[in-house]
């Protein structure tokens, strides 16, 4: 089945937009603190890498993927900066350094990922299969 390029094309415009909207809500969840364990940067660290590997999963597309990482990426960089008002999402410590580096790691690792789909399927050497053929 041949898929044409405007479902295509549109399956990355949706990519994008739903990598964005896990990108924004990751980096306003990245600095819940729970005591001493940073619980809203491992939550958001999973939930962008469990929609990534979604979108690799089910649209068995690697720039679907691409999209969808720079959708978040995309959106940590946008709203990372000084707003209007002078509220900054994600500030210079620790944790702000961190979350912008495992969103990247975690788009880089998604996409780069091989694909098994097109694993080659072992087969018998044509020599083996004709000397059985003649001993038939």
Do not use: K
Not at 23 to 36: D, E, K, L, R
Not at 54 to 66: F, G, Q
């Amino acid at each position: 089945m041949r898929v044409s390029w405007l479902s295509r094309v549109l399956s990355w415009v949706a990519a994008a937009l739903v990598g964005g909207v896990y990108g924004v809500a990751g980096t306003i969840a990245h600095s819940v603190m729970w005591g001493p364990v940073p619980i809203g940067l491992i939550v958001a660290a999973i939930a962008c890498a469990a929609i990534l590997v979604a979108v690799r999963a089910l649209t068995h597309d690697r720039a679907a993927a691409v999209a969808a990482g720079l959708g978040m990426i995309g959106m940590l960089v946008l709203i990372s900066g000084v707003g209007p008002g002078g509220s900054v999402v994600v500030p210079d410590s620790l944790s702000g350094q961190i979350w912008t580096y495992v969103v990247a790691g975690i788009v880089l690792l998604v996409v780069a990922w091989p694909s098994f789909a097109r694993v080659p399927v072992r087969t018998e050497a044509p020599a083996a299969q004709e000397s059985e053929a003649r001993e038939s």
